[in-house]
Structure formats: structure tokens, C-alpha cells
């Protein structure tokens, strides 16, 4: 079945260091891609994504490539900042199907 | 409406009682879904919904869970005889049910954080 692996947590940075959380996935055919964030004690939002081969998604300063011939959707951001300290979720999805998501790497931005 | 709504957002209850979590999607959206996020826990998908039936169930970790949708539109998680392991945030979320140009897209409610003493 699908399935994605997220590289484990908890990440630690300062300041404006660069940010790379790796994604790799387990599909048939070609899913769609997703980052979700969830801030301290909010719900889950859409971050980005990307639905075929080589798009690039971006929001916030945040950038992942969809890579098929690596099976992978690394998330990065050039200088992270305290307000990025989140829970940060890879999935994906096939179809009006149910997203399947990695199990999180929770980022806390020092400053 | 304008989000994903659910109902209640606490919701403390005895070992051994019934729950029902309420789930209010986006007007319009067919596909209806349901996670659950224990503490320190990633997503764990429950079941999901096209319309009012059930295509997959496959994540209802027991038969002391179940959910209906009724009217295309509003959907109950029933959990019965709860149990401590059961304590967890239960996350809605919905979306068209079909490709849009960016794709599919999915609109999470805040939750149900469920605590069972």
C-alpha cells in the first residue's frame, strides 16, 4: 500500500538556518503531494503541494519538489525564523482517496 | 459553510460510556474523512466517506467505532464503551471529491480532543 517516511524528529535550528526535512514515499502510480504544518495548539493547515512530476510547491519562504525518479518531496526553507516552531507532516494522495501521512517531525526554531 | 466545523472541541468522559464526535464539512464537499492523532502520535486515518457511503473503513481500529453520514453533508464518529487508549484528538476533514486545478483539495477542522478517565 502507500505509504510516506519522514525523517525523524525533533529538529533543532537557530535562527535563520537553513531547514531541510526529508520525504520519501511508497506509491503506485502518481499521488499527490502534500506538507501540512500545525502550529502549537492550532489545527492542521495546508502548507503546499504538488500534483505531478517536477512541480515545485512554495508558501511561506517554504519550497518541495515533487521528484519522482527519487520518490521523494523534501521540504526546505532558506532562513528559518521562531514562528516556523511547528509540527510539519509529509502525505499524499491518490485520487478523492484518503491522504496518508508520515509521522511528523516536529521543528523548533531557537532564537 | 465556511470551514470544517466539529463539535465539541473537549470533550472529558468515564471509561466504559459512549461518545459522539459531530462533524460539519465545507457545503458542497462529497468526501468526508476521519483521523485521529494520539500525543506524540502522527495521523491515523479512520474511514472516509464519498456521499453517504463508505468506501473505506479500513482504519476503525475496533467495532466499538463506527460513523454515519447522512444528506451528503454532516457525519457522526460513535465511539462505544471508551477506553483510555481511546483519549486523542479526532481530526475531520473534506474536500470536493474531485480534481480541481490545484489538485484535491483537503480543509481540516480544529478537532475533537477527546480524554477518556
Known amino acids: 500500500g502507500n505509504s510516506v517516511t519522514q525523517m525523524e524528529g525533533p529538529v533543532t535550528l537557530s535562527e535563520e538556518a537553513f531547514l531541510t526535512i526529508n520525504c520519501t514515499y511508497t506509491?503506485?502510480?502518481?499521488?499527490?503531494l502534500f506538507w501540512y504544518v500545525q502550529y502549537p495548539g492550532e489545527g492542521l493547515q495546508l502548507l503546499l503541494k504538488?500534483?505531478?512530476?517536477?512541480d515545485k510547491g512554495s508558501n511561506k519562504g517554504f519550497e518541495a519538489t515533487y521528484r519522482k525518479e527519487t520518490t521523494s518531496f523534501h521540504l526546505e526553507k532558506g532562513s528559518v525564523q521562531v514562528s516556523d516552531s511547528a509540527v510539519y507532516f509529509c502525505?499524499?494522495?491518490?485520487?478523492?482517496?484518503?491522504?496518508?501521512f508520515g509521522q511528523g517531525t516536529r521543528l523548533t526554531i531557537n532564537p | 459553510g465556511a470551514g470544517v466545523s466539529q463539535s465539541p472541541s473537549n470533550k472529558v468522559t468515564e471509561k466504559g460510556k459512549d461518545v459522539e464526535l459531530r462533524c460539519d464539512p465545507i457545503?458542497?464537499?462529497?468526501?468526508l474523512y476521519w483521523y485521529r492523532q494520539s500525543l506524540g502520535q502522527g495521523l491515523e486515518f479512520l474511514i472516509y466517506?464519498?456521499?453517504?457511503?463508505?468506501?473505506?473503513k479500513s482504519g476503525l481500529p475496533s467495532d466499538r467505532f463506527s460513523a454515519e453520514r447522512t444528506g451528503g453533508s454532516v457525519s457522526t464518529l460513535t465511539i462505544q464503551r471508551t477506553q483510555q487508549e481511546d483519549s486523542a484528538v479526532y481530526l475531520c476533514?473534506?474536500?470536493?471529491?474531485?480534481?480541481?486545478?490545484?489538485?484535491?483539495?483537503?480543509?481540516f477542522g480544529s478537532g475533537t480532543r477527546l480524554t477518556v478517565v
Open positions: 476533514a473534506s474536500s470536493p471529491g474531485f480534481a480541481t486545478r490545484g489538485g484535491y483539495g483537503y480543509t
Open positions: 506509491a503506485t502510480g502518481y499521488p499527490s
Open positions: 504538488a500534483t505531478k512530476a517536477d
Open positions: 502525505a499524499l494522495s491518490q485520487g478523492a482517496q484518503k491522504l496518508v
Open positions: 457545503s458542497g464537499h462529497t468526501a
Open positions: 466517506f464519498q456521499g453517504n457511503s463508505a468506501p473505506d
